[in-house]
Each structure stands twice: as C-alpha cells, then as structure tokens.
C-alpha cells in the first residue's frame, strides 16, 4: 500500500473550550462535543466583535477617503464641462458610446499638487488613457489649442508641494460636486 493511500487520523488534542481531552473525528476538529462547540464560536464572535478596529477618526485612513471622494467629485466635473468636445488624445467625437475618464496631462504621481488642476485634466476615452498612458504625444498639441501654450508651459513647470488638509479637501470635493450639478442643470434648460 502506498503511503498517500494511508488515511491519518488527528492526534489527540484538548478541547478549546473545557480544556478535556479528546479523540477529534476530523482534522481542524477544536472541540470534543456540540455543547463545547457552540460555546466556542459565541467566545469568537465575541472576541471579533471586541478586536474589531473601529473607526477611531485616523487621520490618515480619513484623509486617502476624503482624497477618493473628491478624485470622484473632481473626475465627475470634468467629464461634465467637457461633455460637448471629444476625447482630447485621439479626437473621438463626442458622441462615441465607450466608456469617458477625466485624463491628467500631468499625472498625479508626478505632479500631486496639479491633481485638482481642471487645466490639468480634460475628458479623453478609456483607451488613450488607460491603455496608452493618456496619449500624451497626441495630448499635448490638443491641449495648447484648448488652454494655450502659456499654460501648458506653466503645467510642465516646476510647482511648490501641497498638502491639504481633509476639511480643505471635502470642501473642494463639494464645491466639484455643486458645479458638477449646476452644469448639468444648465444643459437641461439649454436643451
């Protein structure tokens, strides 16, 4: 007989519960009867209930949300201002009926205090901008017919770091979300 044919069974071990010992019946067996067994999981769902980390207003957790839901606020207005124009890489109309994201010329990685920056940021397909990076050989020439030479130079200039603090940051977010609104509102009476 071969050795993996060989069925093992579980050493004998103490019940987790009143610490008797006993013969488990399977392998990850921790207690030696029903009764030992549910007592058992009310000891660990009390103990998750207890060791559970609750929300004690980190500031650092506080600060990556705020920052996720102004991105949101932020991407969302730009899409908006810029829903009549095509995609600012590869010129797709308007119209196209694929998937729009709010592309940073300068990415956040490289320039975080332009993240916010709506001259930074203009409404382009998700292929160019997810796939090819933003497109950015084909960006840059849109982007000086939109906003100018002087400020695409200005963008591509050296900029002062920014730290801004969570109120400062959910202000923005919902002063994003307010033009956001106020936008489409106005397009629907234009309509």
């Known amino acids: 007989m071969k050795r993996t044919e060989i069925s093992r069974k579980p050493r004998r071990r103490k019940c987790a519960q009143c610490r008797e010992w006993f013969q488990p019946m399977q392998m990850g067996q921790t207690a030696c009867s029903v009764p030992c067994a549910i007592m058992q999981s009310k000891m660990d769902v009390l103990k998750r209930v207890h060791t559970t980390p609750r929300r004690t207003g980190n500031p650092k957790t506080d600060r990556l949300t705020a920052l996720k839901r102004c991105q949101v606020a932020?991407?969302?207005?730009?899409?908006?201002?810029?829903?009549?124009?095509?995609?600012?890489?590869?010129?797709?109309?308007?119209?196209?009926?694929?998937?729009?994201?709010?592309?940073?010329?300068?990415?956040?990685?490289?320039?975080?205090?332009?993240?916010?920056?709506?001259?930074?940021?203009?409404?382009?397909?998700?292929?160019?901008?997810?796939?090819?990076?933003?497109?950015?050989?084909?960006?840059?020439?849109?982007?000086?017919?939109?906003?100018?030479?002087?400020?695409?130079?200005?963008?591509?200039?050296?900029?002062e770091p920014v730290r801004l603090h969570i109120d400062t940051i959910s202000a923005m977010a919902a002063r994003f979300r307010k033009m956001t609104r106020d936008m489409k509102q106005s397009m629907v009476l234009e309509a």
């Open 74 to 159: 932020f991407n969302a207005y730009i899409r908006a201002r810029d829903a009549h124009l095509g995609c600012v890489s590869c010129h797709l109309p308007a119209d196209w009926d694929g998937q729009w994201h709010a592309s940073h010329y300068r990415s956040v990685g490289a320039a975080p205090e332009l993240r916010f920056d709506p001259l930074n940021c203009h409404k382009a397909c998700s292929v160019c901008n997810a796939w090819k990076s933003g497109n950015l050989d084909r960006y840059r020439p849109e982007l000086i017919i939109r906003i100018g030479l002087e400020n695409v130079e200005w963008l591509e200039g050296p900029h």
